[in-house]
C-alpha cells in the first residue's frame, strides 16, 4: 500500500506509475515482438548463462523416470515457489520410442528438456550387468534403426534438448558401464598412456550413438557427457578422462553430485563431495560449461539436510563458477532392506525452507534464454 499525505501527492505518484506501466506494456511487447521475430527468423539455440545458472529438478516421475504430467511440475514449482528453467526425465531404450509428448509438455511449461537417454532395458533393474543393449551390439549397429527414428523425432521437434547418453559410466549400477566391458584390462596404448577395454568400448557406443543422431540432422541436441561424482572402483583406469570421447562429441560436462544417500553412509557437507569431481571434470576441457546433471542428498534424523542443501546454493555460486545449470533430484524410494531414501526437498519443513530460500536467489535462473542458430 502507498500512502500519503496530499491527493495531489497521490495523484503524482498515480501519474508516474500509469507512466511505468505503459514503459513496460510497451517493453513487454517489443519482447514479444523479438520473440515472435525468431521463431520465424529460424531454429534458436540455447544459450548458457555468462550470469547465473540455471535452475533445473527431476519431479519424481516414476519407476521409468518418464510419466511427466504437467501437474507433478507446476506442482513443483508452487512447492518451491520458482519457475524451473530446466526440467529432467528418462527415456530408456526399452520404450523404443522418441518422447515427443514429454518434451512438448516440458516446452509448454516454459523449460528445456533435459533427457537421460539410457540404453537400458526392461525391468530397469540397477546391478545385472548388460542386457540386449549391450554396447558392441550398439557398436556394430544392431540399434541402428531405433537410434535413426529417434533422432528423426528429435529433428522434427525442432526445439533445442539437452541430452544425457549412457550417464553415470564410471560406476557398477548401470548395464552400460564399463566395469562389465573388461574395465581396466589393457588393450593398447596411446600417446603413451594405457588404453582401458572398458572405457575404450563406452567411448566408442557414444561416438557411434552421437555420429548417426548427427547424420540425420539433429543439430537441436546439446551432448552432455555425464560422469557420475566419485568413481566406482575408483581406480586409475575408471577415473573420468579414459571415458571421456573428444571435444567434438560433447557440448556440456555434467555430474551426478549426491550427499549420503543411505543410513550406512557417512554423512558429508556438499562442498567435501563436490570438490574434486568438480575439478577432475572441468580438466577435461578448459571451456565448456558444466551441468550438475543430478544433486541431492536424503533426510536422516542425526543429520542435517536442510544445512546441506543451503550449502549447496551458496557454494555453487561462490566456488564453481562453470556450473551453468543444477538439476535437483527430487524422489524418495524404498531400498532393499526395506529403509527409505528421502531426496524429496519437501522432506521435512527445515529442509524445504532451505530449498525455498536457497533457490530463491536471483542468481537461479527461472527461464531458459535462447538465440538464433
Sequence with gaps: MITR??????????????????VVVLCAGCRHEEAARAKDQGPQELMMPSKGAYTGAY?????????VTYDAITAFEKMTGKHLAVVAFGNFWGEQ??????????????????????????????????????????????WDAYIDQWADA?????????????DEMNGTWFPWSGFYYGGGKVI?????QPLYAGPELVKQAYRHVVDRVRARKATNILWGFHANHYTMPHAPWNMMANYYPGTDYVDWLGLSVYGKMLNSEDWNSFDHVMDAPYQEICQLDPHKPVILAEWGVAEFPQDSKAEFIAKAFTDLQTKYPRVKAAVYWHERWENTDGSY????????????????????????????????R
Design 5 to 22: 499525505d496530499s491527493v495531489a501527492g497521490t495523484k503524482t505518484v498515480l501519474g508516474c506509475v500509469a507512466a511505468l506501466l505503459c
Design 188 to 192: 593398447g596404448k596411446k600417446n603413451g
Design 154 to 166: 528429435a529433428r522434427n521437434y525442432g526445439k533445442p534438448l539437452l541430452v544425457s547418453w549412457g
Design 341 to 372: 531414501s528421502n531426496l524429496r526437498v519437501n522432506s521435512s519443513p527445515e529442509t524445504l525452507d532451505a530449498y525455498r530460500g536457497g533457490v530463491a536467489a536471483s542468481y537461479w535462473l527461472d527461464r531458459p534464454q535462447f538465440r538464433l
Design 59 to 67: 519431479v519424481d516421475f516414476g519407476e521409468g523416470e518418464d510419466h
Design 97 to 142: 520410442v522418441f518422447p515427443a509428448k514429454k518434451v512438448r509438455i516440458v516446452s509448454g511449461y516454459g523449460a528445456i528438456p533435459l533427457i537421460y537417454w539410457s540404453p537400458w532395458d526392461r525391468p530397469y533393474a540397477e546391478n545385472h550387468g548388460p542386457d540386449r543393449f549391450n554396447l558392441p551390439d550398439i557398436v556394430a549397429g544392431k
